[in-house]
């Protein structure tokens, strides 16, 4: 069994700083992460890959930074990694990126053996518009597997998965055929700390580094900033909050008096608001 | 545990560590190192000043692409009472050389590069990996290390420790004691930041040039520590430190410290609308000479903070750790190209080195300094500073008093203070102390 796990390296979110002026993430000298929701597809292939067999590729696309990300993948034990890095790939949008990483997946096959399951997470913190994993798996024609909370069931022989995918209503059991695209939820697993074997080995490893060439990318006006219809009108930063903090003297009332005073005077269309609807009651 | 056996385990990726492991890997042999934190520096407090000597003589063309912030030009030292600092202040052009000798770094980033180099030169470095213990044989010689990742066993003919003041790896070992608190400090550091050229302004600095500022006195309420503010290019690191000890006989806090550091009049306008971005605290050797451990064994060496190498007067402390570093690797390597084992006895040579090198004799110089500042804390940071700081406003005062007056006066409240004999006596020991 082959496992492609598509990882993004993100600005880590603790520290992220948004430019004053153009109001975009500051990518610069910020450090970066694995996408936390990455982690919990990559822990999932992992896991699959130790009961059923295989291997598992990590795959990013990125600036040549992005191998950072990629290593520590490989230090959680990962089989190999591969990093699609061209600035043709450049200001791609989540189009572009799929279109990308459909290529690097095909090849990665022809390369390495069939891919049977592509795990992505969720959706990134960066981004957040959890479009990247449904388009390679429409591209590469899998089936889509979206926010799947537990895989249930894998059977190699009669090429067929059951997963648990969480929906609106509530949980969902399906079966589909392999090779196919998961998606997968936070929270669903605990990523591992590699043994020492896996920690040498990355440390040792070199990442397969790709260009768009390489990775067989068919028709380069698909990729990056020529490929990216999405154009982004206006960015705004939440306006900082300029509430600031109030000490109540009690002045021997009961506290929570004095504090509800307080609040309502700060706040007199709240008292109002409170008191329309205790009426309903 | 791992089959795969190593010429040496560096533990820890610091100046001393990564020293340690540059140059036993640029000479040749298989080395791999073991970093706790994320990567090398991430979890370093260093204010911090590079001597770049000390790095030359290993990295010569490090200027190229270290991260370097300022090329000092100018070192001011304030002795400090509540509302004023009495200050010596040296600037040179002579220091806005081709090859500058100081420079202030942001360690997060500098040991980064430096820990590039480490790879590069072809050691194998392992981060987030921290090691639980030493392994030693039936013969209690140490033959590899215990990390905490599954099957962590690795074995090598010799470790090298560098692993920070704590060094509970080695008293772990039995191979020293935990230091002392009358022989560490403890400092906190904020880091502010403001726009360059708000910076270069407040501290009268033009393009890349920086300034240090070095402060004791009263801001340390009369025990033995020091404050320092280093202008980087978009920050100004800011801490101060006093030995455990004193914390823990006064009660005092170091946050409480730092605070009424930064709120003096001196110091608060330099640092005026910065936003902090980080703040932290760390343990420096203090003890100099004769709180140096035993540095080598059967297996072993120790080097940097782990043996407590820090030259306090001068505020050196990781050209120290380079050196050590260094030295132990070149030792090693002696050792190993003789195809000798590495027994005490033949490691005793990183030790010969050492004390043939400037940070022994440095630490000689001034090994009764720690104990004089110690027990004298009171009279040093509290009683002097605040007469000087006196004497100084007596003397530029313009109030119509006769000169010899003024004089009689000053002389008057040193000898109340501290009597002549008290005068003479710290005088004396001072000297003594600093010959």
Known sequence: MHIVVCIKQVPDSAQIRVHPVTNTIMRQGVPTIINPYDLFALEEALRLRDKFGGEVTALTMGPPSAEDSLRKALTFGANRAVLLTDRFFAGADTLATSYALAAAVRKIGATYGDVDIVFTGKQTIDGDTAQVGPGVGKRLDFMQLTYVSKVVALDLAGRCIDVERRSEGGVQVLRSRLPCLITMLEGTNEVRRGTMVN????????????????????????????????????????????????????????????????????????????????RGF | MIEERFDAIVVGAGMAGNAAAFTLANRGLKVLQIERGEYAGSKNVQGAILYADMLEKMIPNFR???????????????????????????????????????????????????????????????????????????????????????????????????????????????????????????AVKEMHFLPRETIESRFNLKGDEGTVIEAAGTISRGMAGMGFIYANKESISVGIGCLVSDFQKTGETPYDLLERFKRHPSVAPLLEGSEVKEYAGHLIPEGGYNAVPKLYGDGWVVVGDAAQLNNFVHREGSNLAMTSGRLAAEAIFQVKSRKDPMTAQNLSLYKAMLDNSFVMKDLKKYKDMPGLLHIQSQNFFLTYPQLVSKAMQNFVRVDGTPKVEKEKVTLKSFVAARSWAGLFGDAIKFARAWR
């Open chain 1, 199 to 278: 920690a040498l080995s990355a440390a040792r490893a070199t990442v397969v580094k790709w260009s768009a060439q390489d990775a067989g990318v068919e028709d380069i006006s698909k990729c990056g900033l020529r490929g990216s219809p999405t154009v982004v009108k206006r960015v705004f930063a939440p306006t900082p909050r300029a509430e600031k903090a109030a000490l109540v003297e009690p002045a021997g009332r009961p506290p929570a008096d004095a504090l509800i005073d307080e609040i309502f005077k700060l706040r007199p269309k709240l008292e109002a608001d409170m008191f329309e609807l205790a």
């Open chain 2, 64 to 186: 190229e692409d270290a991260p370097l912030e300022r090329h000092l030009v100018e070192q001011r030292f304030w002795m400090m009472d509540e509302r004023a600092h009495t200050g010596l202040h040296y600037r040179s052009d002579d220091f806005n050389e081709e090859r500058p000798n100081r420079y202030t770094i942001i360690r997060a980033q500098f040991d980064r590069w430096f820990s590039s180099k480490v790879q590069e030169a072809g050691a194998i470095v392992l981060c987030e990996t921290t090691v639980k213990e030493l392994i030693k044989d039936a013969y209690g010689r140490v033959i590899g290390v215990l990390t905490d990742r599954d099957g962590g066993e690795v074995h090598a003919d010799v470790v090298v420790l560098a692993e920070g003041v704590n060094g509970l790896l080695g008293t772990k070992a039995d191979l020293r004691e935990i230091p002392k608190p009358e022989n560490v400090a403890l």
